[in-house]
C-alpha cells in the first residue's frame, strides 16, 4: 500500500446569528481559525496525536472531538473507517468565544478527511458530517456556525433537518470588526437566559429585519442593510451578560458602523462597516473603552472569507 502524503486544512472562525438571524444566519471571516494537520497513522482508524493550544481541556479520543466525530462520520461515508489516520489539531481561537470554535474544528475535521482521501464528497455534502462534530459540543445539530466555516460568505439556513444552506451574495468593500473581550460567558447559560415566548409585534419587526437584511444582500444596498441590523427579540435578552454592551454598541454605531451586535452566543461583539477604516475605527474606539473599564481585549478586522475552509 502506498503511503498517502500528508496535507493540512484550516477552517475559519465565523459570526453567528449576525444580530437578525438567530440559529439561522452566520458568515465567516479571515484570520483566527482552526488548523489540521492529517498524516497516514500506524493504527486502524482515526488518532488524534495532539493538539495544540488546548490548555488539557480538549479531548484526544476521537468520539469525544468534534473534529474527531467530523471525521470519523466522514471515514464510514467513504468506506475508509479503518484506514490509519492521524490528526495534529492547532487551536488558533480561544474557547467558548461567540467565534464558533468547536464548528471550526469539526469543519476541519470533516475537510481534513476528505482532503486526504482526494475529495470523495463535495463541500455541501461534507456538512452534515460536520454538524454531528458540533453536536458534540452543545449537544444541538445545527449549522449557523458550520455552515459558513464550511462554505464560506454569509450563509442562511433554512432547514438543518434537511440541511438545506443557502450562500447569500457578499457586498463588495463589506467588512467586519470583531471584538472578543476576555470575559467569560458559557453557551448554555446564554441559552438559558432566553425566553421561549416572542411577542407578535417582536416577531414582525423581526421578520421584517430579516427579510430585508437577505434582499440588501442581493441589491447590494449597505443603507438598507445599516436599516435591517437590529435585533429586538434576542439582544435585549443577552446585553446584561456582556458589561457595558449597550456603551460599546454606540461606540460603534458613533464610528459609523451599519450595525452592531452579540457574536453568537457571545462574549464576542461584531460590527458591520462600509470600509477598512470605519471597522478599524470601531476597534480603536471598543478596545479603549474596555480597556478604560479594564477589561483586555482582542480585535480582528476583516473582509467577508467567501472562501471558507481550505487546503494549504
Do not use: W
Not at 493540512?8 to 488548523?35: C, E, Q, S, W
Not at 497516514?40 to 488518532?47: K, Y
Not at 427579540?233 to 450595525?259: C, M, T, W
Amino acid at each position: 500500500m502506498d503511503k498517502i502524503p500528508g496535507i493540512k486544512v484550516y477552517a475559519p472562525a465565523t459570526v453567528a446569528n449576525v444580530a437578525v438571524g438567530y440559529d439561522i444566519l452566520g458568515f465567516a471571516i479571515f484570520g483566527p481559525g482552526d488548523d489540521i494537520k492529517v498524516s497516514q497513522g500506524t493504527e486502524p482508524g482515526l488518532t488524534i496525536s495532539m493538539i495544540h493550544n488546548g490548555y488539557n481541556k480538549l479531548p484526544k479520543d476521537p468520539l469525544k472531538n468534534t473534529a474527531g466525530v467530523a471525521a470519523l462520520s466522514v471515514m464510514e461515508a467513504i468506506g475508509k473507517s479503518d484506514f490509519p489516520v492521524n490528526f495534529e489539531i492547532i487551536k488558533n481561537m480561544p474557547f467558548a468565544s461567540g467565534m464558533g470554535s468547536s464548528a471550526a474544528s469539526a469543519v476541519a475535521g470533516a475537510m481534513g478527511i476528505n482532503e486526504f482521501f482526494g475529495n470523495p464528497l463535495t463541500k455541501m455534502e461534507l456538512l452534515p458530517h460536520a454538524m454531528k462534530g458540533e453536536q458534540v459540543a452543545d449537544g444541538a445539530y445545527h449549522a449557523d456556525n458550520v455552515a459558513p466555516s464550511l462554505l464560506g460568505g454569509i450563509t442562511l439556513i433554512r432547514s438543518n433537518e434537511e440541511h438545506d444552506v443557502i450562500k447569500l451574495p457578499s457586498p463588495e468593500g463589506l467588512y467586519c470588526c470583531l471584538i472578543h473581550p476576555n470575559i467569560k460567558i458559557l453557551t448554555a447559560d446564554s441559552r438559558e437566559i432566553l425566553s421561549d415566548k416572542v411577542d407578535l409585534n417582536s416577531f414582525i419587526k423581526q421578520t421584517g429585519n430579516l427579510g430585508a437584511f437577505v434582499a440588501s444582500l442581493y441589491r447590494l444596498d449597505l443603507d438598507l442593510l445599516e436599516r435591517s441590523l437590529q435585533d429586538v427579540v434576542i439582544e435585549p435578552q443577552r446585553a446584561k451578560l456582556i458589561p457595558h454592551f449597550y456603551d460599546l454598541k454606540e461606540i460603534a454605531l458613533s464610528n459609523k458602523a451599519l450595525g452592531f451586535s452579540i457574536s453568537g452566543a457571545g462574549p464576542s461583539l461584531f460590527a458591520l462597516c462600509r470600509n477598512s477604516l470605519d471597522a478599524e475605527n470601531v476597534g480603536k474606539g471598543i478596545k479603549a473603552f474596555l480597556k478604560e473599564n479594564n477589561i483586555k481585549s482582542t480585535v480582528y478586522i476583516s473582509k467577508i472569507n467567501n472562501e471558507g475552509a481550505i487546503k494549504y
